[in-house]
């Protein structure tokens, strides 16, 4: 069993929200990955700054960001980490990428997962490799 917790840090319900816990354990299941837990948490743009600024040293909101933890445990299950998203971001990315604002929040979060598991696109080739199973994991969630 995987558990996936996602909030929104202004304390929203949403149906967005529960979108991205469905995509999330669908890419989990596809991966063949049990037992693990993840929490993401939708941001103000403001606050995605500064994490960006203290963790990257970059003075500007980011998309998404992705906190691993190493060898931590909530009994059974092995605690992957942290996504976090920015919601101006996502938004502003949606509407200049010309798709629906959800598929932009499930796009990060599978791609935060993905950071969280160990991917990473600093080289071609790896990018290559990260944005192919990406794309795989959205399209066999959508599928669902």
Same mark, same amino acid.
């Given at each position: 069993?995987? &558990?996936?917790?996602?909030?929104? !840090?202004?304390?929203?319900?949403?149906?967005?929200?529960? =979108?991205?816990? #469905?995509? =999330?354990?669908? !890419?989990?299941?596809?991966?063949?990955?049990?037992?693990?837990?993840? @929490?993401?948490?939708?941001?103000? @743009?403001?606050?995605?700054?500064?994490? $960006?600024? &203290?963790?990257?040293? #970059? $003075?500007?909101?980011?998309?998404?960001?992705?906190?691993?933890?190493?060898?931590?445990?909530?009994?059974?299950?092995?605690?992957?980490? @942290?996504?976090?998203?920015?919601?101006?971001?996502? *938004? /502003?990315?949606?509407? /200049?990428? $010309?798709?629906?604002? $959800?598929?932009?929040?499930?796009?990060? *979060?599978?791609?935060?997962? =993905?950071?969280?598991?160990?991917?990473?696109?600093?080289?071609?080739? @790896?990018?290559?490799?990260?944005? !192919?199973?990406?794309?795989? +994991? +959205?399209?066999?969630?959508?599928?669902?």
């Amino acid at each position: 069993m995987n &558990v996936i917790t996602v909030k929104d !840090a202004a304390g929203y319900k949403t149906l967005r929200l529960i =979108l991205i816990q #469905k995509t =999330l354990k669908s !890419a989990l299941k596809k991966m063949r990955i049990d037992n693990v837990h993840v @929490d993401v948490t939708l941001i103000n @743009d403001a606050e995605m700054k500064k994490l $960006n600024r &203290v963790y990257r040293g #970059k $003075n500007k909101p980011t998309d998404v960001l992705s906190f691993g933890q190493k060898d931590m445990k909530i009994g059974k299950l092995r605690v992957l980490g @942290d996504i976090i998203i920015a919601k101006e971001t996502t *938004a /502003k990315q949606a509407k /200049k990428m $010309n798709h629906p604002i $959800n598929d932009e929040y499930t796009m990060l *979060a599978v791609h935060g997962l =993905l950071h969280l598991l160990g991917y990473d696109h600093e080289r071609k080739k @790896d990018e290559l490799v990260m944005f !192919a199973l990406q794309r795989k +994991l +959205l399209d066999y969630a959508r599928a669902k």
